[in-house]
């Protein structure tokens, strides 16, 4: 017999519900059916790179399955520029000097599209990595669903169904603000689930005039409200040219000096886009003379309990991810493909962002059925 494998595993970036599943699922499979000894990193790469650590034995993960967050702990560092007494520091040697000095022999890393990107560097650098998918935004590549989005997509959509009422009640128009940057996953399917009348995602750009004609043949025809479900990252038709020349700008800088003053230009693009709810609310109080009102629905979207899918994608991959180690195959994500867990090459996820195709089929249901898109 050789010797016990010891294993090092984080949560990073956001939290969502589910990692606490994924930890559970990972621990209990490598502890129990693999013979390995665990440990858990506190608060993402930061606890990695400061080697805070602590046991996760049988006690540890016990009782966490139902509990939202995550109990490590969570931060939305990157391992090749953490902010050390307020400088970017590369932190991959440190924390290949901890790996090693922790005798490890696999390092897990749960988290979204950051994450992925980080567990990556980590691999390139030679470190034995793998990767479990969550996120509520569902836009991680080449995984049909990383675990958080169900959760969310619930909440989302009992948010827009309550929305309905006092919209109705008052004759107003009522925007929810859902999470999702740059991907529409979220507020496209509580859009559809909750029975949104126009649903706004960044992979469709809107157009008020659009958003307006459609409210007001919804009054012309007795409905006098409408409910508008709009990804925090929607932009209309201007705001989506003033950000692809400023990706443009980024991509064609072709020293460090140009590039980082490109990338400090799309900051301040995107940032000026940040309140788009409230903007297309009282462009449409004007256009349409409807009382509008906006609600964010914000972090309560992350919190919680996770449901049931979450918990059983938390305990698929993560259990999955522990018969990985035990092969010693390592520097994948483990995917979720077609209800199964696909290592996937890790080089193939990071930096590839799964967007809303603007042909995918809940677009055409949501169009079928008379959802409007801004477009
Ligand atoms: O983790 C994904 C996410 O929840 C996005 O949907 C949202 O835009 C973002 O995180 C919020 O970031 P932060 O937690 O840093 O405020």
Same mark, same amino acid.
Not at 156 to 165: E, M, Q
């Given at each position: ?6 294993? #090092? @595993? *984080? /949560?990073? %970036? !956001?939290?969502?519900? &589910? ?43 016990? #009782? @966490? *399955? /139902?509990? %939202? !967050?995550?109990?490590? &702990? ?302």
């Amino acid at each position: 017999m050789g010797a016990k494998k010891r294993v #090092g @595993i *984080l /949560t990073a %970036g !956001g939290d969502s519900p &589910g990692l606490n599943a994924a930890i559970r699922g990972f621990g209990k499979a490598a502890r129990g059916t693999h013979d390995m000894e665990i440990i858990g990193f506190r608060d993402g790469i930061r606890g990695l790179a400061e080697n805070r650590w602590q046991t996760l034995d049988s006690d540890a993960l016990s #009782g @966490i *399955l /139902t509990v %939202g !967050g995550t109990i490590l &702990g969570t931060s939305r560092d990157k391992v090749h520029k953490m902010m050390v007494d307020g400088e970017p520091r590369d932190m991959i040697p440190t924390i290949t000097e901890n790996f090693e000095k922790n005798k490890l022999d696999a390092l897990v890393c749960i988290g979204g599209g950051g994450t992925a990107k980080n567990a990556n560097r980590l691999r390139q650098a030679g470190l034995p990595v793998l990767h479990l998918p969550k996120t509520i935004d569902n836009d991680i590549a080449h995984t049909d669903t990383s675990f958080g989005f169900s959760t969310a997509l619930g909440i989302a959509t009992d948010a827009i169904d309550r929305l309905h009422s006092t919209a109705h009640s008052h004759h107003r128009v009522i925007i929810a603000e859902i999470m999702g940057h740059k991907a529409g996953w979220l507020a496209l399917g509580s859009g559809i689930a909750g029975g949104a009348d126009i649903i706004l995602i960044p992979e469709i750009p809107y157009s008020i005039d659009s958003i307006a004609d459609s409210i007001k043949k919804r009054a012309e025809s007795g409905r006098s409200f409408s409910v508008i479900a709009i990804a925090e990252g929607a932009r209309d038709v201007e705001d989506t040219k003033d950000l692809d020349a400023a990706v443009a700008l980024v991509k064609s800088a072709d020293n460090a000096t140009a590039k980082a003053a490109a990338k400090q230009h799309k900051a301040s693009v995107e940032a000026s886009h940040r309140d788009n709810a409230f903007k297309v609310a009282s462009s449409l109080e004007e256009a349409t003379g409807l009382e509008s009102r906006v609600t964010i629905l914000g972090y309560v979207q992350r919190g919680g309990t996770p449901d049931a899918n979450d918990r059983l994608l938390g305990t698929l991959l993560g259990s999955a991810g522990a018969d990985l180690v035990a092969r010693g195959e390592y520097g994948f994500t483990v995917a979720s493909q077609a209800g199964e867990a696909v290592p996937v090459p890790l080089e193939d996820v990071a930096g590839n962002l799964k967007t809303v195709p603007v042909d995918h089929p809940w677009i055409a249901a949501a169009r079928h059925v008379g959802t409007g898109f801004g477009d």
